[in-house]
């Protein structure tokens, strides 16, 4: 259940909290939550005020409808915003939700200090969003890197000869030569990564530097 308490912090309107706390809670996803709520207060009457709240998975604007009977809500997750911003004006100011398509979602009559907060709140989870993509490839680009798959080399057919005629040949001598082309092998395949930027520079020189301590 939301705690409205901490939404009135900024002079929010208590009746909008709570009318929309409670819808909230029937759309929240598994550990989602509600960060920040800010209300709308228009100059001169205010009595269906929309609503903007902050989640740590998305963006709901939540708008009354049949004269307050119902409630309209629509969400934009972190992966669609490209970014976020405010203008702050004499009656109050717009928060502005850039799209990764489409149009911007202006919303305005938000109260300088409701507005702030919101911006601060929306451009955190942002970028905890875009940290977290960049962290991501960076185990996308190791784990290809690690699991790259190395050629099975060829054996060596065996020659039937007579008991006279055959040669022992050292096993030491085949574990030493296999060993050797197996390290050139994975140090051309590191550098191919390297050189197409699937890995860091370095990320390059320290699977070099192991790839040659295990000679």
């Known amino acids: 259940m939301i705690n409205i308490d901490r939404f009135l912090a900024d002079e929010q309107d208590p009746k909008a909290v709570e009318k929309v706390a409670g819808k909230l809670n029937d759309l929240l996803t598994s550990g989602e939550e509600i960060l920040y709520l800010a209300v709308q207060k228009k100059p001169a009457v205010n009595l ?29 997750s972190w992966k669609n915003i490209k970014e976020v911003s405010f203008k702050e004006g004499l009656l109050g100011s717009k928060f502005i939700c850039v799209p990764q398509s489409g149009e911007n979602i ?26 977290m993509l960049r962290q991501q490839k960076l185990e996308e680009n190791r784990a290809s890197a690690s699991s790259f798959n190395m050629p099975t080399p060829t054996a060596t057919p065996v020659i039937e000869l007579p008991i006279e005629e055959a040669i022992i040949i050292p096993e030491t001598t085949v574990v030493e030569t296999s060993k050797e082309d197996e390290i050139e092998q994975k140090l051309v395949k590191l550098k191919t ?13 320290h699977k070099k530097a192991a790839i040659l301590d295990s000679m």
């Open 193 to 205: 990564l390297y050189d197409k930027q699937l890995i860091t520079r370095e990320e390059y020189e």
């Open 106 to 131: 202006v919303t305005d009559f938000i109260p300088k200090v409701q507005v702030r907060k919101l911006h601060q709140a929306a451009n955190q989870q942002l970028e905890e969003y875009k940290e």
């Open 48 to 76: 269906l005020p929309d609503c903007i709240a902050i989640s740590n998975k998305r963006i709901f604007y939540c708008s009354p409808s049949n004269l307050g009977l119902t409630m309209n809500f629509k969400d934009i």
